[in-house]
């Protein structure tokens, strides 16, 4: 799975490092008010502002929720429906912090002997961050779209009680089709409460190589997601990463024939539909000196964009195309060749 997580873990590793020792990190020092709370992780700034990052629990630990700060927005706290080893968090606006909490297990802690076993640590409880309530109430309101790791419910402030304990989702695979099926057997979930694939009992732990998401039910509500989120599962053979599956990248509509313009003007503009870009700079490149310089960044969100083309000077052939990079969480894509013939204008005839 192109998944790399070295980084990853190794950032994780500098974050969780001094609150496994007891010291506060500086971020959650001066963190403001309207930031996340510290929790298991201290607060993480990551480099830059990326739409998606990898929270990894530590060895004896899983991941039982985190909180999210994209852009100016104000925290979001999300619970996972179980706890997991790892977890994928995500900002749509770009993530400016984040926080994780975590709880150790029984099971997979090590004594050594002569050494007391440490007491398990309880996750810190994380406030609820619920959608808005609807006024008047609404059976059809409606959740975020599913990712490739987990699909993640902000439920209502005042869903009727009783309503939210079951979730569907159903997946298409190179091993078949099935449904997963999440329910809450001690109430109702509320707030936002994530879950992720790979926690369910039916998600398989070998073989698994692509999937679809086709449709989602979720109790509460009457609208069902259905689409075809695409995903690209693999392995890269080591146990102690992280894989995750990464979101297939698609670019639509870009014109990839011969066309024919002369000196002076440029080609048509075209709608392009990108999807799964993860906020990557989708650029348009063109073939110049036997490698492909980028001319201008078009977009870094998924959607339908207008693409221009600059002002051609100079007779000849020249070809473009568009390129989304791969991240860890998106396969990345490249568009076929769109080729520009540049012939002289014709010369006026003289009267």
């Known amino acids: 799975m192109r998944f790399r997580t070295t980084a990853l873990v190794a950032a994780a590793a500098l974050a969780l490092a001094p609150v496994l020792a007891g010291a506060t990190s500086p971020a959650a020092a001066t963190a403001a008010v309207s930031s996340c709370a510290t929790l298991s992780s201290g607060q993480v700034d990551p480099s830059g502002t990326p739409r998606a990052v990898a929270a990894i629990a530590p060895a004896g630990h899983l991941v039982t929720g985190y909180c999210v700060q994209a852009g100016s927005a104000a925290p979001v706290y999300v619970d996972l429906a179980a706890p997991v080893t790892w977890t994928v968090i995500r900002g749509a606006a770009g993530i400016a912090h984040y926080s994780y909490a975590w709880v150790a297990t029984d099971s997979t802690e090590v004594v050594e002997p002569g050494q007391e076993p440490s007491v398990p640590d309880e996750a810190p409880e994380l406030p609820s961050t619920p959608a808005p309530a609807l006024n008047p109430w609404d059976w059809n309101w409606t959740y975020a779209a599913p990712t490739c790791d987990a699909l993640t419910v902000r439920y209502p402030a005042n869903i009727p009680a009783g309503q939210s304990n079951d979730v569907n989702i159903r997946f298409n695979s190179n091993l078949g ?12 979930w509320s707030g936002t409460t994530s879950f ?156």
């Open 177 to 188: 089709r099935t449904t997963f099926n999440y329910h809450n057997n001690e109430g109702t």
């Open 196 to 351: 992720p694939y790979a926690q369910h009992p039916a998600y398989p732990t070998s073989g698994l190589r692509w999937f679809t998401v086709e449709w989602i039910q979720v109790a509460g509500t009457n609208y069902h997601w259905q689409g075809a989120l695409n995903c690209l599962v693999g392995s890269d053979g080591k146990a102690e990463t992280v894989d995750a599956p990464q979101a297939v990248t698609s670019i639509s509509g870009f014109n990839t024939s011969t066309v024919k313009v002369r000196v002076g003007t440029t080609v048509a503009a075209d709608t392009v539909v990108l999807a799964n870009v993860d906020l990557s700079a989708v650029v348009l490149q063109r073939w110049t000196s036997g490698r492909w310089a980028a001319v201008k960044t078009v977009a870094k969100v998924d959607g339908a964009i207008k693409v221009t083309f600059p002002r051609e000077t100079r007779p000849g052939t020249v070809t473009y195309r568009l390129a989304a990079p791969d991240t860890d969480f998106v396969t990345g894509a490249v568009t076929k060749n769109l080729v520009v013939k540049v012939v002289k204008a014709p010369k006026k005839k003289r009267r």
